[in-house]
């Protein structure tokens, strides 16, 4: 069996070059599951793009980017001395560690008195960092190369951003997430003798949906009769076709995170969604013959079971089928560039 993403090489890399036009400077972040295409894949493609940093989004993730990359490599998680003093990598001068307090800027220099850092201030988003008022003694005492802002979804954080940049001058480099070409541009102008560089992951590796799908193989095709029972919970099925397709919970089907429901409709779907779930009526990813069939029972661990409908054709045991996910929660068996 086989749950595949399936990559259209040069649709996909030239969306690359158009995202690096769009956001000079960029910072690639490779992360968690490397957007559904693979930490190690997406490391090789920051290489051939010609980037001098990527971001990862945790220590864990170290020891495969700074093999893969050849280049700087920012943590976005903060050094924390109680969870990463004892980490193998923390020597490595291609490490650019990211520091939120005094404390753990004091453990770190005590495991690497060379470590590189960058100082993290506390924006509107509200998750770590070191507030305003204290950011320019941190970056002074840790002798930071960098200061790092992590931004909300959105526009509108031009004003924030120059509060911290005016608090703390002396600081040229800037690695900012979720600003927009237009706000860059701005700064730039406004601070032109500072070096503001975009963190990229959904808007460089996503940015280009057409060129990019995952596909799952058809394991078993059985017709079925009203009342037939299916699976571990034995639930009862309308006539039709049971339908086996490879791709269940390890692959991330069905794993959706929460949603965000901020708008009347948003919240009418997942109301909607909610009742269907509650009538085992639920909506797969899986598109099958045509229709967005609905699962039998709540997915496997590597497969799914499907009900189609009596007066749809079913596919062939073999044949392949499209797959709606998000590809930051997919976890495939392979991704195949084209």
Aim: hydrophobic share 40%; glycine share 8%; aromatic share 6%.
């Amino acid at each position: 069996m086989s749950f595949v993403l399936h990559v259209d090489a040069e649709r996909w890399r030239s969306s690359h070059a158009r995202a690096g036009a769009r956001y000079p400077g960029v910072v690639p972040v490779i992360k968690g599951n490397g957007y559904g295409f693979g930490a190690a894949l997406l490391c090789r493609e920051a290489q051939s793009m010609g980037v001098s940093t990527i971001a990862i989004g945790t220590y864990v993730e170290a020891p495969e980017a700074l093999a893969g990359f050849g280049g700087d490599v920012l943590v976005m998680e903060p050094y924390r001395a109680s969870i990463h003093c004892d980490l193998p990598d923390l020597p490595n001068r291609r490490l650019v560690h990211t520091i939120t307090s005094r404390t753990d800027l004091e453990s770190l220099r005590g495991v690497e008195p060379a470590a590189r850092v960058a100082v993290e201030g506390l924006t509107s988003m509200n998750r770590f960092g070191a507030p305003m008022d204290s950011l320019g003694e941190l970056v002074t005492a840790a002798a930071a190369e960098a200061v790092t802002l992590h931004l909300p979804l959105g526009t509108g954080h031009l004003d924030e951003i120059a509060r911290f940049v005016d608090a703390v001058l002396a600081v040229q480099r800037w690695f900012v997430s979720h600003v927009s070409p237009d706000e860059l541009a701005t700064l730039r102008g406004r601070y032109p003798d500072h070096d503001f560089r975009p963190r990229i992951g959904t808007d460089l590796w996503l940015a280009e949906p057409a060129s990019y799908e995952v596909k799952a193989h058809v394991l078993d095709v059985r017709a079925v009769d009203k009342g037939d029972r299916v699976g571990y919970r034995q639930r009862s099925l309308p006539a039709g076709h049971l339908v086996v397709l490879s791709g269940g919970t390890s692959h991330g089907v069905a794993m959706e995170s929460p949603a965000s429901a901020a708008t009347p409709r948003s919240r009418a779907i997942a109301v909607a969604e909610g009742v269907l779930e509650a009538a085992h009526k639920v909506r797969s990813p899986f598109t099958v013959s045509g229709v967005t069939a609905r699962f039998a029972e709540p997915p496997h661990m590597q497969c799914s079971l499907l009900v189609l409908p009596r007066g749809v054709t079913p596919p062939a045991v073999g044949d392949t089928v499209t797959v709606r996910m998000r590809l930051t929660t997919t976890y495939p068996d392979a991704v195949e560039l084209h």
